[in-house]
């Protein structure tokens, strides 16, 4: 009898402080986003929720992954400049075209020598609203 006891008192002591932490606005989640690997083209429209660099074992190759959110005002059909990539570490020696391929769509992603990355979409329809969030994560070679 003492267990349940204490099962339950701990299931609502978890209770009584979830439902006291606020959950994230808009605001303080871009305010809070990772930007130490990337720069988002805000006079583009574009809002950076999190970035992440990462060069892999071999050296030769790094992965980028961000998460990008515009409204759907612009042409996707078009490469759209979506910012660059801080450091040369992560920064290729000669222009990438990656593909990323979602659930219902593909996009093209280019990464350029100087960083600047561009987004287009490939294949598919965006999903109806007025804003299009975009995960990307994608591996490029860095070396020739």
């Known amino acids: 009898m003492k267990f349940s006891m204490r099962i339950y008192l701990m299931v609502f002591i978890l209770i009584l402080f979830v439902g ?26 574009w809002l950076l929720y999190n970035s992440r660099a990462h060069v892999n ?28 990539i801080k450091g040369g570490a992560f920064r290729p020696v000669s222009s990438q075209l990656v593909t990323l391929d979602l659930i219902t769509h593909s996009y093209v992603v280019r990464i350029d020598s100087d960083g600047r990355c561009y987004v287009k979409l490939q294949s598919g329809i965006l999903p109806p609203g007025n804003a299009v969030v975009i995960p990307v994560q994608v591996t490029y070679r860095i070396k020739e």
Do not use: C, K, M, W
């Not at 006291?20 to 809070?32: G, H, I, K, T, Y």
């Not at 005002?73 to 979506?82: A, R, S």
């Open 20 to 45: 006291r932490v606020p959950a994230l606005s808009q605001n303080d989640a871009l305010a809070a986003a990772d930007t130490s690997y990337f720069s988002v083209n805000h006079s583009g429209g």
């Open 57 to 84: 074992e071999s050296s030769d190759s790094a992965e980028l992954e961000i998460i990008i959110q515009h409204d759907i005002t612009i042409n996707l059909q078009e490469y759209q400049f979506v910012g660059t």
